[in-house]
C-alpha cells in the first residue's frame, strides 16, 4: 500500500504498490481477500482505476453499509498495510486503443471505475487533442447527489482539457442550487440526447446497479446500437439504485 485518497464521504482510492504485477487491460478487476485473526476469509471484485500506463495500481472503494470488505478498505485499512489480491481478471468489459471508437460510456456510483480507467488509458495513450479527436468520448454519469459524484475535479479537468471528450451528469436525489443538468434517473430521452447514433457504431460501456445497466443496455439496442458492441458490467443487488 502506498497511498489513500478521499474521493466522496463513502469512497476512498487504494494506490497500491504491486510486487510482479504483470500488466493489466483498461476495464479488468482484481478479487480483494481479507483474512481474519481466527481464519475467516472474505473476498470481493474492484474494478482497476488505473489505466495500464500508470506503475501504481489503483482501486476506488465505495463502502456500503452491509459489506464484509468495503467498510475495512475505506475506513481501517492504512497506508503501509498489505492486501491479497488475485488478477487481473476479465477479458470481455476492456478497451483499448485499436478497438477503436468513438466511445459512449454510461456509468451509474461506483460504476464509473472501469470506465475511468479507459478514459485515462485514452488520454495517456492518446497525447495530443488532434490524436483524441480521432477517438472521441462522451461519459454519461449518474449519481444520487452531487457530493458523491466520484473523480469529479478530474472528470472537469479532463473535459475542459479535451475538446474531444463530453461529460453528463444526472443527479437523481439531490441537486445545487443553479444545477443545470439532468435530475432524473437515466432514461430514453436522455441517451437520444447524449449517445452517439447508433451509426456511428459507438463501442458502449455500461457499468453500475443491475436496474440502470439493464434499463441502458435495452434503451441502446432499441435505438438500433449493435448488441456486440454494447459490454456490459453489473453491481449485485447491494449496488442500489441510481
Known amino acids: ?7 466522496t464521504p463513502r ?12 500488466g493489466h487491460r483498461a476495464g479488468q478487476h482484481v478479487d480483494v481477500r481479507l483474512t481474519a485473526e481466527d481464519g475467516y476469509q472474505a473476498e470481493r471484485s474492484y474494478s482497476i482505476a488505473s489505466p495500464p ?12 453499509t452491509d459489506g464484509e470488505v468495503s467498510p475495512y478498505l475505506s475506513e481501517v485499512l492504512h497506508a503501509g498495510d498489505t ?8 477479458g470481455y468489459f476492456v478497451w483499448d486503443i485499436p478497438a477503436g471508437g468513438p466511445l459512449l460510456l454510461v456509468g451509474g456510483g461506483s460504476g464509473i471505475v472501469p470506465l475511468m480507467a479507459i478514459l485515462r ?3 495517456a495513450v492518446l497525447g495530443t487533442a488532434k490524436e483524441r479527436h480521432r477517438l472521441p468520448a462522451r461519459l454519461l454519469y449518474s449519481s444520487r447527489r452531487w ?12 473535459a475542459e482539457e479535451d475538446p474531444s471528450l463530453e461529460v453528463r451528469h444526472t443527479l437523481t436525489r439531490e441537486q445545487p442550487e443553479g444545477w443545470t443538468g439532468f435530475r432524473r434517473r437515466i432514461d430514453r430521452e436522455m441517451l437520444e440526447e447524449v449517445a452517439w447514433p447508433a451509426s456511428e457504431q459507438p463501442r458502449v460501456f455500461v457499468c453500475g446497479p443491475t436496474p440502470l445497466v439493464e434499463t441502458v443496455s435495452t434503451t441502446l439496442v432499441d435505438l438500433g446500437h449493435q448488441p456486440a458492441l454494447v459490454k456490459t458490467e453489473r453491481f449485485g443487488p447491494t449496488g442500489g439504485a441510481i
Open 1 to 7: 500500500m502506498i497511498e489513500i485518497v478521499a474521493e
Open 11 to 22: 469512497t476512498r482510492t487504494l494506490l497500491l504498490d504491486v510486487p510482479g504485477w504483470p
Open 53 to 64: 500506463e500508470e506503475p501504481r495500481l489503483s482501486l476506488t472503494v465505495e463502502r456500503l
Open 83 to 90: 492486501l491479497e489480491l488475485r488478477g487481473p481478471i476479465g
Open 121 to 123: 488509458h485514452r488520454n
Open 147 to 158: 457530493d458523491e459524484v466520484i473523480y469529479r475535479d478530474e472528470l472537469a479537468r479532463l
